[in-house]
């Protein structure tokens, strides 16, 4: 497994040629997808707010590839939000995933004794709500926390 630094993509370096590729953690157990297809849904191309990764973290990593995320891994999504106008937010999103057949990658943190979504709160509801097993994820190691 190789994981890159998002701020080298993002200034166009090409992370196969220009700069060393890191062995990620052997016990991370996201498996990269094989296909587009995760739980009878297309995985699109694009991962939404990537500068969010820059933002809220100063050292990390970010595993190559999508994976595919166990929704098991994290226990306290339930489909709902703190407020009415949310929940209405939460199921008009799984009903348009539902309709589309298609999501965008979430954006998970992994640190040294927990896990987090940073990006796809929303989504990740929606997808509870409609009872998926696994989602997709760009994987980012906090290297701070000392993962």
């Known amino acids: 497994m190789k994981i890159y630094r998002i701020a080298d993509i993002q200034q166009g370096l090409d992370p196969q040629q220009e700069f ?4 990620a953690p052997q016990d991370i157990p996201y498996q990269p997808l094989t296909s587009n297809m995760l739980s009878g849904l297309q995985v699109l191309d694009n991962v939404d707010n990537t500068g969010s990764i820059a933002s809220s973290l100063n050292d990390y ?3 190559d590839g999508i994976r595919s995320v166990p929704m098991a891994d994290f226990p306290g999504i339930n489909g709902r939000s703190y407020s009415v106008e949310n929940n ?3 199921k ?3 009903r348009q995933i539902k309709d589309s057949g298609t999501i965008s990658p979430l954006i998970v943190v992994i640190e040294k004794d927990d896990k987090y979504i940073l990006e796809g709160s929303h989504r990740i509801d929606a997808l509870y709500l409609l009872g998926v097993a696994h989602f997709p994820a760009l994987v980012v190691i906090d290297l701070e926390d000392g993962v």
Do not use: H, S, V
């Open 61 to 63: 990593k970010i595993m």
């Open 88 to 90: 209405n937010r939460i």
């Open 92 to 94: 008009e999103l799984a």
């Open 20 to 23: 060393p590729l890191i062995e």
